[in-house]
């Protein structure tokens, strides 16, 4: 009886022990037992979780060496508290023996008191507050912020969770420390509907991955931004929508810099976008879904002053934008998309597909050239409406693909300069009635199949140079075509050619240079070259040569001829070589500091208006000079002498600079007698000769 009460005083004892340990704090594995003189009472191994307590590290083996010093008498002692203890069932010999088990548990007693013991009661840091509460995380200060809050960095520190603001405007005053969010959660920062502002110095850097910041309908301020993508998908430094505002004070380093969607939303870096080797070109940043480049960046201009600080990222449809500050790497600026999307600023790229690229069909765009422009790719207006600023420059479309210009809408030049076009198959294709193109030369390589122009279904094309293509010079298709060349056509096969005879004109101001057996297809009868007719009875026609059969007379070729002389524009630009009776499109170039006074020339010819900076001028039956004067140019002048009349002050004489138009009227004619015409000695030229009142563009010399 008095084994089993001891064994059952002994195992309700150490229950309760064990009890005790489990209830203390956190877990750890502690083993209890009790002993007699020569055996093991009982023994009781329970898993239990304790608080960090600051032992050292062998404060175990020093309980043992306690425990042992208090026992007397014993035969074994456990010497490592992990090990399995052998459970004896030995009874003690005496109620003595029963004192010496309990002093053997209140020596066990102690150590799970010991062991028990908690960590002394020191403050956790605090990173962070609100007024004057202080926090020991930025979430916890976040959680208890109201509508409007500014939270307080205490220190600096990392956070690996995502840091999330919904409906709140936060100000973060970073009070000159530098607050991490590194996590590898989908966002490093996620604002919606609300705000998060930086105050005071240091940095608050932010790391995702998917993205670093991602925004909607908020306003966010960061300073550095990382996202580190996947095995799926390339990391977003910035993704904004619904008219968000991020503001990125240094760099992203992401595959793609931002996203940027909506009508408003604006994503500014004040740094770089780093971007790994294997990046895609095509998607330095993404407007709406659709990827950019890295040279599609803009400058913008208003009022002819370019803001050269940031390069801007937009397309027609979105109106978003993501702004990077530019650098002094920033290539130069080649062509300029005037109005931008309407607006009363334009935007001036480095490459002319980023201008290009933003087109909306059926829009009107006007391209305005700031360099020599190479391009290599097939033009195709794609239902646009295009005009191109020549600017005294020269665009060269040159590509390897089988047509260089596809027009199915209108496409015109204006301004002295050159817009040439050249394409394997085809060099100029126009179709889709109503298409009006303007180009400068059309060229097709292609030995065997090579088409110059080819023009189908009521289009008009207008061709300031010439026209090459070894098939074909132009070849027409469809009815009412329109084709007007200003210089030359050359081809080794067909010069001109009208599969379908539908009653189309070709004006030729120069010569056709074909087969001269070939030089007119219509269908499949060909007309030499011998067989244009002078006789055709067309007064205003009267110096071109008509090529049309009269059974077939639904078509029309008409060429003139002409001449061709060199025209040298002197401070401007619209030099070159022309047919006579050409008008020329010539601007002057003026330098910085100078004013314009008026256009000369030195060789007869016509202005539309000498008094305008950019005009037309109308080729005389020589090579000749025009001049750009500018205010302070030393002119030189000659005399005018009038036989038969006076100058416009009444006088009948004085002293012109060469090009300058001078009113002239002739007396009136004796009794019985009517005018004739007006003859000059010397030059010059009259604007109608048959008029008693005229205008005379002067000479380099004097003229009577």
């Given at each position: 009886m008095f084994k089993y009460q001891k064994k059952w005083c002994y195992r309700v004892l150490v229950m309760f022990m064990a009890l005790a340990i489990f209830l203390s704090g956190p877990f750890s594995t502690l083993h209890a037992f009790a002993t007699t003189d020569d055996h093991t009472i009982e023994t009781f191994d329970e898993e239990v979780m304790l608080l960090d307590t600051n032992i050292e590290p062998n404060s175990g083996d020093e309980l043992e060496e306690e425990q042992s010093t208090e026992i007397e008498n014993k035969d074994e002692i456990p010497d490592d508290t992990n090990e399995d203890i052998d459970n004896s069932t030995s009874e003690p010999a005496t109620s003595d023996d029963l004192l010496k088990e309990n002093e053997i548990l209140e020596t066990d007693t102690s150590i799970i008191n010991l062991m028990d013991t908690g960590p002394l009661d020191i403050e956790e840091e605090k990173v962070c507050k609100i007024d004057d509460v202080q926090y020991a995380t930025l979430h916890e200060a976040l959680e208890e912020a109201g509508s409007t809050a500014i939270i307080k960095l205490l220190n600096s520190f990392t956070t690996h969770q995502s840091v999330i603001i919904n409906n709140k405007d936060i100000t973060l005053d970073l009070n000159g420390y530098t607050l991490k969010v590194?996590?590898?959660?989908?966002?490093?920062?996620?604002?919606?509907?609300?705000?998060?502002?930086?105050?005071?110095?240091?940095?608050?850097?932010?790391?995702?991955?998917l993205y670093g910041v991602w925004a909607?309908?908020?306003?966010?301020?960061?300073?550095?931004?990382?996202?580190?993508?996947?095995?799926?998908?390339?990391?977003?430094?910035?993704?904004?929508?619904?008219?968000?505002?991020?503001?990125?004070?240094?760099?992203?380093?992401?595959?793609?810099?931002?996203?940027?969607?909506?009508?408003?939303?604006?994503?500014?870096?004040?740094?770089?976008?780093?971007?790994?080797?294997?990046?895609?070109?095509?998607?330095?940043v993404i407007i709406g879904r659709s990827g950019m480049p890295e040279s599609w960046g803009a400058f913008k201009r208003i009022n002819e002053v370019i803001e050269r600080e940031f390069l801007i990222y937009t397309d027609i449809y979105e109106k978003a934008m993501v702004l990077v500050k530019a650098d002094s790497s920033v290539p130069e600026r080649i062509c300029a998309m005037l109005n931008f999307n309407r607006e009363e600023f334009d935007f001036l790229y480095s490459k002319l597909e980023a201008a290009l690229g933003m087109a909306i069909e059926g829009w009107e765009y006007e391209i305005e050239l700031l360099k020599d422009i190479d391009y290599t790719e097939t033009f195709d207006t794609k239902g646009c409406d295009w005009e191109f600023n020549l600017n005294g420059y020269t665009l060269n479309i040159i590509t390897d693909d089988d047509v260089g210009l596809v027009a199915t809408s209108d496409i015109r030049i204006k301004g002295p300069g050159e817009f040439n076009v050249t394409g394997k198959k085809i060099g100029v294709q126009a179709f889709n009635e109503g298409t009006y193109v303007t180009v400068t030369n059309a060229t097709a390589t292609d030995e065997v199949e090579g088409v110059?122009?080819?023009?189908?279904?009521?289009?008009?094309?207008?061709?300031?140079?010439?026209?090459?293509?070894?098939a074909y010079g132009i070849k027409l298709k469809g009815f009412e075509n329109q084709v007007l060349v200003e210089g030359n056509v050359y081809s080794?096969?067909?010069?001109?050619?009208?599969?379908?005879?539908?009653?189309?004109?070709?004006?030729?101001?120069?010569?056709?240079?074909?087969?001269?057996?070939?030089?007119?297809?219509?269908?499949?009868?060909?007309?030499?070259?011998?067989?244009?007719?002078?006789?055709h009875g067309f007064d205003e026609m009267k110096d071109y040569i008509l090529y049309a059969d009269e059974w077939l007379s639904q078509i029309n070729l008409w060429v003139r001829n002409?001449?061709?002389?060199?025209?040298?524009?002197?401070?401007?630009?619209?030099s070159g070589r022309f047919a006579e009776e050409v008008w020329v499109p010539i601007m002057a170039n003026?330098?910085?500091?100078?004013?314009?006074?008026?256009?000369?020339?030195d060789g007869g010819g016509e202005f539309g208006?000498?008094?305008e900076t950019w005009t037309g001028f109308k080729m005389p039956s020589n090579d000749v000079t025009v001049t750009a004067v500018l205010d302070g140019d030393t002119i030189e002048t000659y005399l005018l002498t009038i036989e038969d009349g006076t100058l416009e002050n009444g006088s009948g004489s004085g002293t012109y600079a060469a090009g300058t138009e001078v009113p002239i009227l002739a007396n009136p004619a004796p009794e019985g007698k009517v005018f004739d015409k007006w003859v000059s000695e010397g030059g010059g030229s009259f604007k109608d000769v048959n008029n008693p009142n005229t205008i005379f563009t002067m000479p380099s010399n004097p003229v009577t």
């Open positions: 590194d996590t590898t959660a989908d966002e490093g920062l996620k604002v919606t509907n609300g705000t998060l502002d930086l105050k005071g110095e240091g940095e608050l850097n932010v790391t995702g991955k909607n309908n908020g306003k966010v301020t960061v300073t550095n931004v990382k996202a580190l993508g996947n095995d799926y998908a390339d990391g977003i430094g910035v993704y904004a929508d619904e008219d968000s505002k991020v503001y990125v004070l240094g760099d992203i380093t992401a595959n793609i810099g931002a996203q940027a969607k909506g009508h408003e939303t604006q994503v500014i870096i004040h740094g770089k976008i780093n971007r790994s080797e294997d990046a895609d070109e095509e998607k330095y110059g122009i080819y023009a189908a279904g009521r289009v008009n094309v207008s061709v300031l140079g010439d026209v090459s293509g070894k080794s096969n067909i010069g001109i050619g009208d599969v379908e005879i539908g009653g189309s004109t070709v004006i030729v101001e120069g010569s056709i240079y074909a087969d001269s057996k070939r030089y007119l297809e219509l269908g499949e009868v060909f007309m030499l070259e011998s067989e244009g007719r002078t006789d002409a001449e061709f002389y060199n025209l040298t524009v002197v401070n401007g630009f619209g003026i330098p910085v500091g100078s004013m314009f006074d008026r256009w000369i020339s208006d000498n008094c």
